[in-house]
């Protein structure tokens, strides 16, 4: 072991959904009983980096694990450590900044992630002592294998301003397995799985580039990465000797961004006789021999960005996409036996009320199994960021307000921020009132999947707010 550093890998304590969460929000107070908390996959990566090279390394997800910033100190106290790695965010940067601010300054504070990569001279100014740029688990190694002397080029610090993106993995079986135990993996959750879940990443980017992704921010460059299908399996197999679980949840940027990728993972599930219930996350260009292979796999959920149905705003996301491709999805999937599970975005560039609603309705009609939907949010470094700056749509200073599933930060000449807000509100009712109308089995999937994770009385309670809600709003 090299004892000379100890290093925390924190996700830091609040209402925040940070890493782990592709698009930062606040926890809402009526989704909270869902407990949609995303395991910090790039986190558990460099966690599990570091113990492989001998470094005395911990994840503590206080967002997962509930701590207030008081829990979070404790836990430093006991722990003592010499660095700690953490991912501030626009949406929580001013809480972030007292909890950093508060630290000791003899522990070394690295900031990583989306805004550490967008505003590195505002987090050294917010207390961390570096800010890594893009990617950053193998780049973290190397800084602590020099002793903390040379700094990686995507290293940023008062004395080092200048900086590169780094070169990324592009092999990565490299990485060994994710960290699990260090915060259990019950304390995370998907809710589109049923029951217990645990999340597994096979790929990092994707084929698409639309405008408003934060994904392609964080690497720096368009490009797909893959591990290989027997790395993939390997680790599954893995999973299920140590944790009994339900389903996996393949966390992809994109899963079946390269169909070679994708088919040769569910053929090596099939070839070794790997018996596994899994979710995909995947896009709606996929091809229908693609979805028959994943449903032999063992998948049983197709998530999806459908993101829209109008040619217009399609175009100007841009993502080319065939709009009956995109509701074929759901057909196939349910003669497939899979859940198909869209999501969804309102307040897109070129979208008007009318646009928004005409999709939501067609999309209905054609009956997914679950939704979500967003409201789109220019987070800064997208393209999105930058033509709604030039255009005078962005009405947000801060960016503290930049989360997806609260109010829109974007305003239209002919499409208001209120309006998009009153449509993203619409739209969840609707979808809630679809659903105790025509789909039972949704109503079902929730229901036994809740009993599953948390009981049968604490469901019941849950189910009767939920309904209850629904009837207000609707009102
Ligand atoms: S399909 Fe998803 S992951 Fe890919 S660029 Fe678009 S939003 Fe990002």
Redo the contacts with the bound molecule.
């Keep these: 072991m090299n004892n000379k550093y100890r290093v925390l890998v924190l996700n830091l304590p609040g209402q925040v959904l940070k890493s782990g969460s ?1 698009w930062y929000n606040v926890i809402k107070k009526e989704s909270a009983s869902l407990r949609y908390y995303p395991y910090p996959w790039f986190m558990g990566y460099l966690t599990s980096l570091l113990k492989t090279n001998k470094y005395d390394a911990v994840l503590k997800d206080a967002v997962a694990l509930e701590w207030t910033a008081d829990q979070a100190r404790n836990y430093i106290k006991e722990y003592k450590p010499t660095h700690i790695v953490c991912e501030p965010t626009w949406v929580s940067s001013e809480d972030d900044k007292k909890f950093v601010k508060k630290l000791p300054g003899n522990i070394v504070k690295i900031a990583v992630g989306n805004y550490a990569t967008n505003y590195p001279m505002e987090c050294l100014a917010e207390g961390f002592d570096y800010v890594v740029v893009g990617e950053y688990e193998f780049l973290i190694l190397d800084f602590l294998k020099s002793g903390g002397k040379k700094l990686p080029k995507n290293f940023v610090s008062l004395t080092k301003k200048t900086f590169e993106h780094p070169d990324l993995i592009e092999d990565l079986d490299k990485f060994p397995f994710p960290e699990r135990d260090d915060t259990p993996i019950e304390y995370f959750n998907e809710p589109s799985c049923y029951g217990k879940n645990v999340v597994l990443v096979t790929s990092r ?6 405008g ?5 921010a964080i690497y720096g460059r368009h490009c797909y990465r893959m591990r290989s299908p027997e790395n993939v399996v390997d680790e599954i197999v893995e999973l299920q000797k140590k944790y009994k679980f339900d389903e996996i949840y393949c966390d992809d ?2 899963m079946v ?1 390269r169909k070679s990728h994708v088919d040769g993972i569910c053929r090596e599930i099939i070839r070794r006789k790997v018996k596994v219930k899994f979710c995909c996350m995947g ?1 709606a260009r996929v091809d229908d021999e693609t979805l028959e292979l994943l449903a032999q796999a063992g998948c049983v959920t197709y998530k999806y ?1 459908l ?1 829209h149905l109008d040619k217009d705003v399609l175009a100007a ?1 841009p ?1 080319a996409l065939d709009p009956e491709r995109s509701l074929q999805i759901i057909k196939k999937c349910h003669e497939l036996g899979i859940r198909a599970y869209a999501n969804l975005i309102v307040g897109l560039p070129e979208s008007n009320w009318d646009k928004d609603l005409d999709m939501l309705k067609m999309v209905f009609a054609a009956r997914p199994d679950l939704i979500q939907i967003g409201i789109a949010t220019p987070y800064p470094g997208t393209a999105f960021y930058k033509k709604s700056v030039e255009k005078g749509w962005l009405i947000s200073k801060t960016g503290h307000d930049f989360d997806v599933t609260g109010q829109s930060v974007v305003s239209y000449p002919d499409y208001s921020a209120a309006k998009i807000t009153e449509m993203f509100h619409l739209g969840w009712t609707m979808w809630y009132k679809n659903v105790i109308l025509h789909q039972p089995k949704t109503l079902w999937f929730f229901f036994v999947s809740e009993v599953r994770r948390n009981g049968f009385f604490p469901t019941i309670f849950k189910s009767f707010s939920y309904v209850a809600k629904t009837l207000r709003r609707s009102k």
């Design positions: 592709r980017g994707c084929r698409f580039n639309c408003f992704c934060n994904v392609e940027d994109n961004a896009d960005g993101e996301i993502k």
